[in-house]
């Protein structure tokens, strides 16, 4: 088992909810699942093709191909952690699948597979955690077979709304240094979470041999009342197990204290009123 914050799985349980209530989780699994169904449309799974689910985590992606292919195709649950292939095969024996389906342990980066081999790939939010997202690309591109499909889903996050524009400097302190300080995270070619836009996607897709990648940028619009308990969330649970919180990239800043009063600024400004988010995301429907 890997020991990066002990399991993955955990935390893809944990963390996905992070701060929500119960209608907000309810509101996030059905986003989930309309995500998930586009990139199956875009994917077009016949029964013979070989699926490979990159980044599997909890089989989002997976789980639907295999019941789309009534278990008698090859989708390939694939993950760098063990930690997901086990919480997917758990699923999978309580779920009495014993064919249909095989479980590889590899980064993206080099997936354990000769090339040509796959006709369809299939990922959702897998590349925002690749720094260098280039190297991976290709290799999808190596596995796939002529004609086949990447049909993704990746956040892209330095084009969200940030924090400064939702608060007040008359309530903030130090609201212009948190502010340079949030642009300049957000703009750090080393943090795979904000490195990347639809443009740079579309050129690694065409550089890796992709013609014509379909690169779908899609802005969501949200409002929602902040409860006193989010914003804590917010800043205290990291994207993903091996990442900093907002909490730690800010102290690369200032000193914890000054962190903390800026987390109650926050709290203390936002807590009940409503806020209206921009978040951004793209489909990516590219062929071999
Ligand atoms: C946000 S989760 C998404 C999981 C799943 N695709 C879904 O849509 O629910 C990111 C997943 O990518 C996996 N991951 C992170 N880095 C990876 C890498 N370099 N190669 C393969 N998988 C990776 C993680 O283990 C995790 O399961």
């Given at each position: 088992m890997s020991d990066i914050c002990s399991n993955w799985t955990q935390w893809l349980k944990q963390n996905?909810?992070?701060?929500?209530?119960p209608e907000m989780q309810a509101q996030t699994m059905r986003w989930l699942e309309a995500v998930r169904d586009v990139i199956l449309v875009y994917a077009?799974?016949?029964?013979y093709d070989v699926v490979l689910d990159i980044g599997t985590g909890t089989g989002l992606l997976a789980f639907k191909a295999l019941e789309m292919q009534n278990c008698e195709g090859r989708v390939i649950f694939s993950d760098k952690f063990q930690d997901c292939l086990e919480d997917c095969k758990k699923i999978l024996d309580e779920s009495g699948v014993t064919s249909g389906y095989e479980l590889m342990q590899c980064p993206v980066e080099h997936i354990a597979l000769p090339e040509s081999t796959v006709h369809k790939a299939l990922m959702r939010s897998v590349l925002v955690h690749v720094v260098n997202k280039q190297p991976a690309i290709n290799e999808i591109y190596r596995v796939l077979k002529p004609g086949g499909k990447l049909c993704a889903f990746e956040p892209v996050i330095r084009s969200n709304t940030r924090y400064w524009e939702i608060l007040h400097p008359m309530h903030i302190d130090r609201y212009e240094d948190f502010k340079k300080a949030e642009n300049e995270i957000m703009e750090n070619?080393?943090?795979?979470?904000?490195?990347?836009?639809e443009k740079t996607l579309r050129t690694n897709l065409e550089i890796a041999g992709f013609s014509d990648p379909d690169v779908q940028l899609q802005e969501v619009r949200s409002s929602y009342v902040v409860q006193p308990n989010m914003v804590r969330e917010w800043f205290v649970n990291?994207?993903?197990?091996?990442q900093p919180s907002t909490k730690e990239r800010f102290m690369k800043y200032f000193d914890e204290a000054t962190v903390e009063k800026y987390m109650q600024d926050v709290q203390n400004f936002l807590t009940g009123r409503e806020i209206n988010l921009k978040t951004n995301a793209v489909f990516i429907n590219a062929t071999k």
């Open positions: 996905r909810f992070a701060g929500q209530t077009e799974i016949k029964p070619p080393m943090d795979s979470l904000c490195n990347f836009d990291p994207p993903s197990p091996d």
